[in-house]
């Protein structure tokens, strides 16, 4: 045989044992249309023995890598011999083993890459959501921090009463906590919008609608702007609508410092969820509350959740931690469901069982 030629392919029905002379045979086997390589088999050696002792078609491919010399046996034969010499049949059902393990090993490798791969795109998919908001906030932050040192040092400059400052100062610590706690549903902040938008076009305000939104979100209305800007309605300068653009860019850095902070949160989260899944395979036995355990998967692989489906937690309040062999409930548990409406039960330890494992209805 010649480098790059094929002695057996996978599948193929063969009925031949072949020895190895010299020269080398690279060993492959196909795992989702890719050749992965396994080994390489050497002379002096034989080959093929596994498909004419199971009947079944080849396990692996296998391709001169360099120059070979290769004698074939037919199957009969090779049995014939294999049942008249015990210590023959020792040799070739101990070699058998060898092999057979190696490609289970293979097998068990390929479906740890496998899993390994569906958890990085599962992390992935769920960090790439809060990081780009956290990029994007810190990005936006410190040009509108400049705005602001600005807009301060240019209010510093006029005659503005103790009392005045109090008041815009009460307004925007308000406004803070609205923002920080959620604010009102997405109708009132639409409806509060528009009304901030028909009295800032009143007030002459340019580009009213950037302004609309931050002071929404943070619970202002056209009557508590209209109390604050009374002194500056006919002030000639930029101080006629410098506090409401102040106002509103304040609002603005505390979303985004609010943004950031929801993001940073869900990516700690994700990754303490992460660090807890991946001690679960050390040790043969540990204790595990199946609590924590089911939310750090659900938390891990929420992607893989349909469109409509909701889940539903039935925790009992007094199920204990348990010792238990953490590799086998470290399992992928795959939830899905028809359209909208449908949900997932996940229920660890339903009374009157025996084994404390969750079950998904």
């Not at 769920?126 to 921090?145: D, G, K, M, Q, T």
Request: proline letters at 4%.
């Amino acid at each position: 045989m010649t480098p790059g030629d094929y002695l057996v392919k996978e599948g193929d029905r063969t009925t031949t044992v072949y020895v190895i002379v010299s020269g080398r045979l690279a060993i492959t086997r196909q795992s989702e249309g890719v050749a992965m390589p396994i080994g390489q088999h050497e002379g002096a050696g034989f080959v093929g023995e596994i498909p004419v002792l199971t009947d079944e078609p080849a396990p692996v491919t296998l391709q001169a890598v360099s120059a070979c010399e290769i004698h074939a046996i037919a199957g009969v034969d090779f049995l014939t011999l294999l049942h008249e010499c015990r210590d023959f049949e020792r040799q070739v059902f101990r070699l058998m083993q060898k092999r057979v393990r190696g490609l289970e090993s293979f097998l068990r490798e390929r479906e740890k890459m496998a899993a390994l791969g569906t958890l990085s795109a599962g992390l992935a998919h769920e960090l790439n959501n809060p990081a780009a908001a956290l990029v994007r906030s810190l990005s936006e932050l410190v040009p509108a921090i400049r705005q602001l040192e600005n807009m301060n040092l240019t209010y510093a400059q006029a005659d503005v009463t103790a009392a005045e400052t109090a008041e815009w100062q009460r307004v925007r610590d308000v406004g803070y906590e609205t923002i920080l706690k959620g604010g009102a549903d997405a109708v009132t902040v639409g409806d509060r919008e528009d009304a901030l938008l028909d009295w800032l076009e009143d007030y002459g305000v340019a580009k009213a609608w950037e302004l609309a939104e931050p002071l929404a979100l943070a619970g202002v209305d056209p009557a508590t702007l209209a109390r604050l800007m009374s002194p500056w309605r006919d002030h000639p300068s930029e101080l006629r609508d410098l506090g409401i653009r102040w106002l509103a860019l304040s609002f603005e850095v505390m979303a985004m410092i609010q943004c950031g902070q929801s993001g940073a949160g869900r990516i700690a989260t994700l990754v303490k969820s992460m660090k807890s899944y991946s001690y679960r395979d050390q040790g043969a036995q540990q204790i595990v509350d199946l609590h924590a355990g089911l939310e750090d998967t659900v938390r891990l692989f929420a992607f893989k959740l349909k469109q409509g489906i909701a889940i539903a937690r039935d925790y009992a309040a007094t199920l204990p931690p348990i010792i238990a062999r953490t590799y086998l409930l470290c399992g992928v548990f795959a939830l899905g469901g028809g359209g909208n409406g449908a949900s997932t039960v996940i229920r660890p330890g339903l009374p009157n069982t025996e084994a404390l494992l969750p079950s998904l209805t």
